[in-house]
Nanobody, 127 residues
Framework: VQLVESGGGSVQAGGSLRLSCAFSGYTSSTGSSYCMGWLRQAPGKEREVVAGIDSNGSTHYEDSVKGRFTLSKDNAKNTLYLHMNNLKSEDTAVYYC???????????????????WGQGTQVTVSS
């Protein structure tokens, strides 16, 4: 399984970015059954899960990003997206996409659920 993020950059507060995660190593038909998520790690802070999508397509968001971030998945393109609007300085972090290929019985918000990670993409929001 390979995960490659892109789309990070520097924006001013209130701006928008769209992150993409191209995944490979399994077919889209089996990939569609995996839970995937977006996580971030800010300097000096622990990594946190900000959004997840279940195998049935249900999406979930951490409270601080609800209403601003939207996760979507295109199984035909094997790509996961994170649309980020109204960005704030506290959103500055390295963002990672991740997949749970084992079907671990953990909540989407648990970092331990995910067993494959991308290399990360930097998002910097200036106020």
């Amino acid at each position: 399984v390979q995960l490659v993020e892109s789309g990070g950059g520097s924006v001013q507060a209130g701006g928008s970015l769209r992150l993409s995660c191209a995944f490979s190593g399994y077919t889209s038909s089996t990939g569609s059954s995996y839970c995937m998520g977006w996580l971030r790690q800010a300097p000096g802070k622990e990594r946190e899960v900000v959004a997840g999508i279940d195998s049935n397509g249900s999406t979930h968001y951490e409270d601080s990003v609800k209403g601003r971030f939207t996760l979507s998945k295109d199984n035909a393109k094997n790509t996961l997206y994170l649309h980020m609007n109204n960005l704030k300085s506290e959103d500055t972090a390295v963002y990672y996409c991740a997949v749970d290929s084992r079907g671990r019985a953990l909540g989407w918000e648990r970092e331990q659920k995910y067993n494959y990670w991308g290399q990360g993409t930097q998002v910097t929001v200036s106020s």
